[in-house]
């Protein structure tokens, strides 16, 4: 079993930048693919960006965010990051981790993922 707790979420304005991280708790990190989703109210859970657990480190965005948003890892730290420039209002939601040991695609399928993280609220004023 791998827990996943976020942070780094609150508010911020429109233009603005914030970086979420998300620590697992598992001693083989590094061999789980890492990603971010988010859920806005109303709208169903939706991909943000994920990284492969390869040493290569590929990665992959929803176009949403894409040139905006940037994912990253420290497998020393079990730590997975989501760094967020130029935020708009509609980037407002509740952001989650997922986890899945050796995922390297087919990012966007939510069941493909086996641990999730209790989220952590980004909220972007106008």
């Known amino acids: 079993q791998v827990q996943l707790v976020e942070s780094g979420g609150g508010l911020v304005q429109a233009g603005g930048s914030r970086r979420l991280s998300c620590t697992a708790s598992?001693?083989?990190?590094?061999?789980?693919?890492m990603a971010w989703f988010r859920q806005a109210p109303g709208k169903e859970r939706e991909f943000v960006a994920a990284i492969s657990w390869r040493t290569d480190g590929s990665t992959s965005y929803a176009d949403s965010v894409k040139g905006r948003f940037t994912i990253s890892r420290d497998n020393a730290k079990n730590t997975v990051y989501l760094e967020m420039n130029n935020l708009k209002p509609e980037d407002t939601a509740v952001y989650y981790c997922a986890a899945d040991q050796y995922r390297n695609n087919r990012y966007e399928q939510i069941p493909m993922w086996d641990y999730w993280g209790q989220g952590t609220q980004v909220t972007v004023s106008s």
């Open positions: 598992t001693r083989t990190f590094s061999t789980y693919g």
